[in-house]
């Protein structure tokens, strides 16, 4: 189980920390990702970390303003997300990959979501 918080109500220029808490013995062997989708548009990729935190992906459009990281210990993935932008605003969500080297970009290469957390990022 995965479960998201942090969200809220930012202004252009601010910053949002997201956490995604996961349940279960296996967290640490596997890949990490956010997605997020807006309204009316399709699920996006955020960004990505496999299992060790070795290796990291971003979508160019949060490359720079955006850091993924994990600790394995407390079950736990976090996007710092600084710079926010109106356009950043979305449904985010926390996705887990049993491919644990995987830095995917693909949705479907996840098999498990959270719920989501809203970003509103105002002008």
């Known amino acids: 189980q995965l479960v998201e918080s942090g969200g809220g109500l930012v202004q252009a220029g601010g910053s949002l920390r997201l956490s995604c808490a996961a349940s279960?013995?296996?967290?640490?062997?596997?890949?990490m990702g956010w997605f997020r989708q807006a309204p009316g548009k399709e699920r996006e990729f955020v960004a990505v970390?496999?299992?060790?935190?070795?290796?990291?992906y971003y979508a160019d459009s949060v490359k720079g303003r955006f850091t993924i990281s994990r600790d394995n210990a407390k079950n736990t993935v976090v996007l710092q997300m600084n710079s926010l932008k109106p356009e950043d605003t979305a449904v985010y969500y926390c996705?887990?990959?049993?491919?644990?080297?995987?830095?995917?970009?693909?949705?479907?290469?996840?098999?498990?979501w959270g719920q989501g957390t809203q970003v509103t990022v105002s002008s």
């Open positions: 279960g013995r296996t967290f640490s062997s596997y890949a």
């Open positions: 970390i496999s299992w060790s935190g070795g290796s990291t």
């Open positions: 996705a887990a990959d049993p491919f644990g080297d995987d830095t995917s970009p693909h949705p479907a290469d996840f098999g498990s």
